[in-house]
């Protein structure tokens, strides 16, 4: 069993950076390893517990570096591998934590193994992939990114023929069932967890075997080989953390936690779209429907809650009819949408109103797992949907309003900053919000305050409060521990509302309001009232 420091992660705050787009030190356009250790002040001073780093790694970047050419190296723009282990270090030195990001599934077509494999077939590198003579094998395997792949083979005219993918056909799928597939990367994991990181975020892990007459996902066999990498883990680097990356439903999700010895942390997919679809129809019955259905994990694990993957409000988790529903509301134009979500921001998501960005915010930070922040949100940013694929919404992190927003000093960014009258550096820019007590900003850094004062936001169980049998225009639950009980009230419409809540008998201070105590008699907080799109976080006082 762990001890109570190795359960940091079970009540942390995550914080997400693309690392080229978030400071460039040296003006050549791209965010950079010192760009990030220059602003770590700033994001230590939100109030986060972890940074997590994009992936970092030597790659061709056909798909934003989770196309691997070299697992052992760095992206040279970002700097030297000096300069990283010096971020790792000035990150700990501020009292957080750092995870990166660890692709088992694949690596680049560029990567020296794939290259040996496709000119010899009798290299030992051959067997480091997938390979056929046909592309109808694993024929029942679905297709993730439908908007441009036919299929998961790819011909190879020089190995003479088809590797398999589950992504796109640059990055081909390592082979797990071969041994040293399966050692060479439990080592990368090694090399990295000794230079001092705090764990990993596994990408896409339901892919890693395939089996012919199954759809290739969640097997035995994937399940096996994860509980090796978490005991690997455990005993040589303990009190680091496997988060997993798993775009299923919550009753497979369950099954990467293993008995509490495979993932520490997985992500509620389901949960994600299920909030924005709360507040767009004004009814939280769905968002309650997918947390019944969810099941329960075990103690030392946790879920980890987003209001976007990434960039993505991925669609895969909801039926065909609330994802048009999703996409007639909140991306009308077809540039918004990509391949099963959309590609947007989540202030123009949410049409910039507080009111609403505020009950998405709320619900993240008070259900149960441990909230994920993307860098920009904390201040508003918007989008660039003209950008090609995910650019549009991974654009520079505005600092101030000097030339690119304070980003670079460089003529030529990667990308152009957002230069929009609404969501441009010169409106939001970090400095500006610095300065106005009400900003997006300092808003958001009072609610993540609270919630990390508190352990039943934290860990508490969940009750739900709610009487109606179907729409549930007023949302109510309680959080609570042996030693704390906080009850949230969430008016998901439009209108004034009020709602009798049950709960213990006492005094309940608002913690966003202190000023405001409600008095709890025969069990029942009566006539709560609630402004459009208001909530509540009621803490019964000792």
Not at 365 to 383: F, H, K, N, Q
Request: charged share 25%; glycine share 6%; aromatic share 14%.
């Amino acid at each position: 069993m762990q001890n109570h420091e190795n359960l940091w992660y079970k009540n942390a705050i995550f914080y997400q950076i693309y690392p080229r787009s978030f400071f460039d030190s040296n003006g050549d356009g791209y965010g950079d390893f010192q760009g990030i250790i220059q602003k770590l002040d700033y994001v230590s001073d939100l109030g986060v517990d972890c940074i997590w780093i994009m992936p970092t790694y030597s790659s061709p970047l056909k798909d934003d570096g989770y196309d691997i050419s070299d697992f052992y190296s760095v992206y040279e723009p970002f700097g030297t591998l000096e300069d990283l282990q010096k971020m790792f270090d000035e990150i700990h030195k501020r009292g957080m934590k750092v995870i990166t990001d660890l692709v088992l599934n694949h690596c680049s077509d560029q990567h020296p193994w794939f290259q040996e494999a496709r000119k010899n077939r009798q290299s030992k590198y051959r067997d480091y992939f997938v390979w056929s003579d046909s592309d109808q094998k694993y024929s029942e395997t679905r297709i993730i990114f439908v908007d441009s792949q036919k299929s998961n083979w790819t011909w190879d005219d020089e190995a003479g023929q088809y590797y398999w993918h589950r992504f796109y056909p640059s990055q081909p799928d390592l082979n797990y069932d071969n041994p040293e597939v399966r050692e060479e990367m439990k080592n990368v994991m090694r090399y990295w967890l000794k230079m001092g990181i705090d764990g990993f975020r596994a990408d896409a892990v339901p892919y890693l075997f395939e089996r012919e007459g199954t759809i290739n996902e969640n097997l035995p066999e994937t399940h096996a080989y994860l509980k090796e990498l978490r005991k690997m883990m455990d005993d040589e680097f303990p009190g680091t953390i496997l988060l997993c990356e798993a775009n299923q439903w919550p009753k497979d999700v369950r099954e990467y936690f293993g008995e509490g010895d495979e993932f520490h942390l997985g992500f509620h997919f389901p949960l994600m779209p299920r909030i924005f679809k709360s507040i767009g129809q004004q009814d939280a019955s769905s968002l309650v429907n997918i947390l019944k259905e969810t099941p329960d994990i075990p103690e030392n694990c946790q879920w980890c809650n987003f209001l976007r993957n990434h960039d993505e409000l991925t669609l895969e988790m909801v039926s065909e009819e609330d994802r048009q529903w999703m996409w007639n509301f909140y991306a009308p134009d077809r540039e918004m949408r990509m391949n099963l979500g959309i590609r947007r921001r989540l202030y123009p998501l949410l049409e910039n109103d507080r009111r609403k960005i505020g009950l998405a915010y709320s619900l993240m930070l008070t259900l149960p797992g441990s909230p994920v922040l993307y860098y920009g949100d904390e201040i508003g940013m918007g989008d660039d949907i003209r950008q090609f694929d995910r650019n549009g919404v991974r654009t520079p992190m505005q600092w101030d309003d000097s030339p690119n927003g304070g980003f670079s000093t460089s003529k030529k960014t990667y990308l152009p900053v957002i230069d929009s009258e609404e969501y441009g550096y010169r409106t939001i820019n970090v400095k500006k919000q610095q300065e106005n007590p009400d900003s997006n900003l300092n808003w958001l850094k009072h609610l993540i305050r609270i919630r990390k004062s508190s352990k039943a936001l934290g860990t508490g169980n969940i009750t739900w409060l709610n009487q109606e049998d179907s729409a549930i225009p007023v949302l109510a639950y309680r959080r609570q521990t042996n030693d704390e009980t906080i009850i949230m009230i969430h008016n998901m419409t439009e209108n004034t509302a009020s709602i009798d809540i049950a709960a213990d008998t006492g005094i309940y201070q608002d913690l966003l309001q202190p000023s405001i105590r409600y008095r709890c008699s025969d069990a029942m907080i009566k006539n709560v009232q609630l402004k459009p799109r208001e909530f509540f976080w009621l803490k019964k006082e000792k």
